[in-house]
């Protein structure tokens, strides 16, 4: 393995830990992404050095998200790995949204009821920091929605 492909290697891992899965499933993605062919289990973990259970665990949820597709041949399960960056990206404003900024913003808007005059300065700075970060992300999502729409009509 050259270094770009090290490297290469080295930044999807990071890319898909940022996005929620392990360093494994990451490893696993970006070593299917480069092959030219299906690969087996035994393959893998033979690539990565790490334990054949630990590649399956990885496999399997990466087939479930729809990253992976698996063939089988006889007995012998064959995985190719699907490119997704940009339908994993476009989720990431909507899911920072819901799971994120708008629960915080309700629970210091909370706070600032309950605070005292001292503290409301500051907890009123951090709620306008979250509304502005709230409009950029549903432009970000509103942008996304309208190239979607472009792609698909054109």
């Not at 490297?7 to 940022?18: G, L, N, P």
Request: hydrophobic share 40%; glycine share 4%; with cysteine.
């Amino acid at each position: 393995m050259d270094s770009s492909e090290r490297k290469f290697i080295e930044i999807v891992e990071r890319i898909m830990i940022r996005w929620g899965y392990s360093a494994t499933e990451g490893r696993v993605y970006a070593i299917l992404l480069l092959s030219n062919r299906p690969m087996t289990i035994a393959e893998l973990a033979e690539s990565t050095g790490l334990s054949r259970s630990s590649i399956s665990v990885s496999l399997t949820k990466l087939a479930r998200e729809y990253l992976v597709t698996c063939r089988r041949k006889g007995k012998t399960k064959y995985f190719t790995a699907t490119p997704a960056f940009l339908e994993k990206f476009l989720q990431q404003p909507k899911e920072i949204l819901e799971r994120e900024v708008r629960p915080l913003e309700k629970i210091v808007e909370s706070m600032i009821e309950k605070s005292n005059e001292e503290m409301k300065p500051r907890l009123g700075a951090i709620l306008n920091d979250l509304k502005k970060l709230e409009c950029v992300l549903e432009l970000i999502i509103r942008l996304e929605e309208e190239e979607s729409e472009c792609l698909t009509n054109g």
